[in-house]
């Protein structure tokens, strides 16, 4: 079992940066593909990126990429999602999820446990 927990969301202006952060507990984090999606309201859970168990495979939706970056601590079992540049349109519930397969995937299905989210609101 892997519980996860994100921190980091708030309220930021368009053109602004927050950074994300996702706790795993267990001793198996660094065995784990990672991942972050996305929920706005009325819509359905996006991918954003994904990182492999090791961190040196890394994967962004177009949407987010050249903006974001995923990355790992395995000693602190922790993943993080820096944003910049944020749009309104990046307004969502933000979640992580892990893999036990250790490659991440853009498809949520491949996700065996995942967060409570944590909201991130983007102003114009």
């Known amino acids: 079992q892997v519980q996860l927990v994100e921190t980091g969301g708030g309220l930021v202006q368009a053109g602004g940066s927050l950074r994300l952060s996702c706790a795993a507990s267990?001793?198996?984090?660094?065995?784990?593909?990672m991942g972050w999606f996305r929920q706005a309201p009325g819509k359905e859970r996006e991918f954003a990126a994904t990182i492999n168990w090791s961190g040196d495979n890394t994967g962004y939706a177009d949407s987010v990429k050249g903006r974001f970056t995923i990355s790992r601590d395995n000693a602190k079992n922790t993943v993080y999602l820096e944003m910049n540049s944020l749009k309104p349109e990046d307004t969502a519930v933000y979640y992580c999820?892990?893999?036990?397969?250790?490659?991440?995937?853009?498809?949520?299905?491949?996700?065996?446990?995942w967060g409570q989210g944590t909201q991130v609101t983007v102003s114009s």
């Open positions: 999820a892990a893999s036990p397969t250790g490659w991440g995937t853009i498809f949520a299905a491949g996700y065996d446990y």
């Open positions: 267990g001793r198996t984090f660094s065995t784990y593909g």
